[in-house]
Nanobody
């Protein structure tokens, strides 16, 4: 189960932190990511992190402004997305998701496409004006 929180409305240049509480995963290592979707556009990756390892990947549009992080205990994982210098184009519904690694034909690697992800939260709206 994935439950997001922390969305809201903010002025351009402001900051927000999104949280995603993940429970019920039995794997010790997996990937979690933040995706976003605005009306009329396809869902896109924002940032991905390897739970248990720390490898990260960011979309070019958010690199240097957003930071993904994780906090784990025995019962659950909490995923964060710290967003700084927000821009109107960051306005979207933000989703957290979880997946196993993906086979790329000759190696296993980080999943960064929506279709790679199996588990999704309900989303939290971020509006930047």
């Amino acid at each position: 189960q994935l439950v997001e929180s922390g969305g809201g409305s903010v002025q351009a240049g402001g900051s927000l932190r999104l949280s995603c509480s993940a429970s019920g995963f039995t794997h010790s290592r997996y990937y979690m990511g933040w995706f976003r979707q605005s009306p009329g556009k396809e869902r896109e990756e924002v940032a991905t992190i390897y739970i248990g390892g720390g490898t990260q990947h960011y979309a070019a549009s958010v690199k240097g402004r957003f930071m993904i992080s994780q906090d784990r205990d025995d019962r659950k994982t909490t995923l964060y997305l710290q967003m700084h210098d927000l821009k109107p184009e960051d306005t979207a519904m933000y989703y957290c998701a979880a997946a196993n690694e993906v086979w790329y034909g000759d190696h296993w690697g980080l999943p960064n496409r929506p279709q790679d992800y199996t588990y999704w939260g309900q989303g939290t709206q971020v509006t930047v004006s």
